[in-house]
């Protein structure tokens, strides 16, 4: 029989989306537009992106995943309905088979709504992957074998890192900073600093156009325009590449802290793998510039980020999905 496989990065901020054969068909944000008067879903994606900041009281675009787990069930729903339909396009003879990328430290109710959230979307079964394993099969880590290997996902709502040795996560935390949490302490810095109030997608401008995890001797400097806080006016003003390093240290050390934990509890066996090998970094958040020079420096062991990082966790799930007997001790639920 015919039957149609999706791999699914459920992301806080985006929303991946792979085909076995074709790749990733769908990179598109986690946001869903609601109508406050009858709460119909107008838009979902990059339409709804487009609403943040400039609806009226009628409509509500919020993002119905918080830290990587489902804070709208309604929305995501829609959201995961609106994805799968998407990447099927034309008619669906067949539901599919469907796999989504969870945060390691996911509970079982939590992972049960995102069952259930896929199953009433459409799917005619649904599998659940941890993010840390899925990374490390989009990152072409080869996961099963005997030999440790660490991997630091950096998403939207979550940092996730987590050794992995014979295809299971041998130690593991997920920690709640991610890019979100980046784009608000980059905003907050703003204006506390400057006296400036800027918006999130913004803060998210000003972290990929000139933002480092490490100081520079001449650092890069960007105009931004926004409202000052005391007359309510438009105003513009000139930040610096060490004003967002700034921003981020607190983040950043809860990382390598996290790191730190997880290489804590590691067996000397694989921890000695680890630093043989060095750490392979993936997600959004690990393309912001120098910061595995920075993990680097702080754990004293290599760190290199890996190719289409920003893709890792959705390949992985289509990768997963696609050879299901190889990666079933590495499947969390199924259904």
């Given at each position: 029989?015919?039957?149609?496989k999706?791999g699914i990065?459920?992301?806080?901020?985006y929303?991946?989306?792979?085909?076995?054969?074709?790749g990733?068909v769908i990179?598109?944000?986690?946001?869903?537009?609601?109508?406050?008067t009858?709460?119909?879903?107008?838009?979902?994606?990059?339409?709804?992106k487009e609403m943040?900041?400039r609806?009226?009281e009628?409509?509500?675009?919020s993002r119905?995943?918080k830290?990587?787990?489902i804070?709208?069930y309604?929305?995501?729903?829609?959201m995961?309905?609106?994805f799968?339909?998407?990447a099927?396009g034309?008619?669906k003879?067949?539901?599919?088979?469907?796999?989504?990328?969870?945060p390691?430290?996911?509970?079982?109710?939590?992972?049960?709504?995102?069952?259930?959230?896929t199953?009433?979307a459409g799917?005619?079964?649904?599998?659940?992957i941890?993010?840390?394993?899925a990374?490390?099969?989009g990152?072409?880590?080869?996961?099963?074998?005997?030999?440790?290997?660490?991997?630091?996902?950096i998403?939207?709502?979550?940092s996730?890192?987590?050794?992995?040795?014979?295809?299971?996560?041998?130690?593991?935390?997920?920690?709640?900073?991610?890019?979100n949490?980046f784009?608000?302490?980059?905003?907050?810095f703003?204006?506390?600093k400057?006296?400036?109030?800027?918006?999130?997608?913004?803060?998210?401008?000003i972290?990929?156009?000139?933002?480092?995890?490490l100081?520079?001797?001449?650092?890069?400097?960007m105009?931004i325009r926004g409202?000052?806080?005391?007359?309510?006016?438009?105003?513009?003003?000139?930040?610096t590449s060490?004003?967002v390093?700034e921003?981020?240290?607190?983040?950043?050390?809860g990382?390598?802290?996290?790191?730190?934990?997880?290489?804590?509890?590691?067996?000397?066996?694989?921890?000695?793998d680890?630093i043989?090998?060095?750490?392979?970094?993936s997600?959004?958040?690990?393309?912001?510039r120098?910061?595995?020079?920075?993990?680097?420096?702080a754990?004293?062991?290599?760190?290199?980020?890996a190719?289409?990082?920003?893709?890792?966790?959705?390949?992985?799930?289509?990768i997963?999905?696609?050879?299901l007997?190889?990666?079933?001790r590495?499947i969390?639920?199924?259904?």
């Amino acid at each position: 029989m015919f039957i149609k496989k999706i791999g699914i990065d459920l992301g806080t901020t985006y929303t991946l989306v792979h085909l076995p054969k074709k790749g990733i068909v769908i990179n598109e944000p986690s946001v869903v537009a609601v109508s406050v008067t009858d709460k119909k879903i107008l838009a979902v994606g990059d339409e709804a992106k487009e609403m943040i900041g400039r609806t009226p009281e009628s409509i509500v675009a919020s993002r119905p995943l918080k830290d990587g787990v489902i804070a709208d069930y309604k929305a995501t729903e829609a959201m995961l309905r609106y994805f799968i339909n998407k990447a099927l396009g034309g008619i669906k003879l067949f539901r599919p088979e469907v796999m989504v990328a969870v945060p390691a430290g996911i509970t079982s109710t939590e992972r049960r709504a995102v069952i259930d959230a896929t199953i009433a979307a459409g799917a005619r079964a649904a599998y659940i992957i941890k993010e840390p394993i899925a990374a490390a099969i989009g990152a072409n880590i080869p996961i099963g074998t005997a030999s440790g290997h660490m991997i630091i996902d950096i998403g939207g709502g979550t940092s996730e890192i987590a050794v992995i040795s014979l295809g299971g996560i041998v130690a593991a935390k997920s920690v709640r900073i991610g890019g979100n949490r980046f784009d608000s302490a980059i905003s907050e810095f703003i204006r506390r600093k400057y006296g400036l109030a800027v918006g999130e997608r913004t803060a998210e401008n000003i972290k990929i156009e000139i933002g480092s995890a490490l100081y520079a001797e001449d650092p890069d400097m960007m105009d931004i325009r926004g409202r000052d806080m005391i007359s309510g006016l438009p105003k513009t003003v000139n930040i610096t590449s060490n004003d967002v390093t700034e921003a981020l240290q607190k983040d950043l050390e809860g990382i390598i802290q996290a790191v730190k934990e997880v290489l804590n509890q590691t067996p000397p066996e694989l921890s000695a793998d680890v630093i043989d090998k060095g750490i392979i970094m993936s997600g959004g958040g690990s393309l912001l510039r120098n910061i595995d020079q920075l993990i680097s420096r702080a754990i004293g062991v290599p760190v290199y980020v890996a190719d289409d990082s920003l893709l890792c966790v959705a390949k992985g799930t289509g990768i997963a999905l696609d050879n299901l007997e190889t990666y079933k001790r590495s499947i969390l639920a199924t259904r």
